[in-house]
């Protein structure tokens, strides 16, 4: 059973960095993609980043190039999402997923993904 847990979420100002992690088990971590999304309240579930099973393919929502940066460590079976420049519109729970296909190239699309963490609470104050 695949089991996913994001922490590192948090209370932070505007302008400032959270790093949020997920650590993956149940699965051959190394072969599938990875991502985050995010969920606002009263707002859909979005994407925000993923990353290929490699790690050598990464993908951003616009509102986020630039200022978050996803990254695997497939030893440790860990993904992580460094934020910097954090914005009030950044505010939301985010969400770790796992690619439902091995090897693939790290998808967009929410139902391309399989299993889902908990999420963790990113607040984020003007």
């Known amino acids: 059973q695949v089991q996913l847990v994001e922490s590192g979420g948090g209370l932070v100002q505007a302008g400032g960095s959270l790093r949020l992690s997920c650590a993956a088990s149940?699965?051959?971590?190394?072969?599938?993609?990875m991502g985050w999304f995010r969920q606002a309240p009263g707002k859909e579930r979005e994407f925000v980043a993923t990353?290929?099973?490699?790690?050598?393919?990464?993908n951003y929502v616009d509102a986020v190039k630039g200022r978050f940066t996803i990254s695997r460590d497939n030893a440790k079976n860990m993904v992580y999402l460094q934020m910097n420049s954090l914005k009030p519109e950044d505010t939301a729970v985010y969400y770790c997923?796992?690619?439902?296909?091995?090897?693939?190239?790290?998808?967009?699309?929410?139902?391309?993904?399989?299993?889902w963490g908990q999420g963790t609470q990113v607040t984020v104050s003007s």
């Open positions: 997923a796992a690619d439902r296909i091995a090897y693939g190239l790290g998808p967009t699309l929410r139902t391309a993904f399989g299993s």
């Open positions: 149940g699965l051959t971590f190394s072969r599938y993609g």
């Open positions: 990353i290929s099973w490699k790690g050598e393919r990464t």
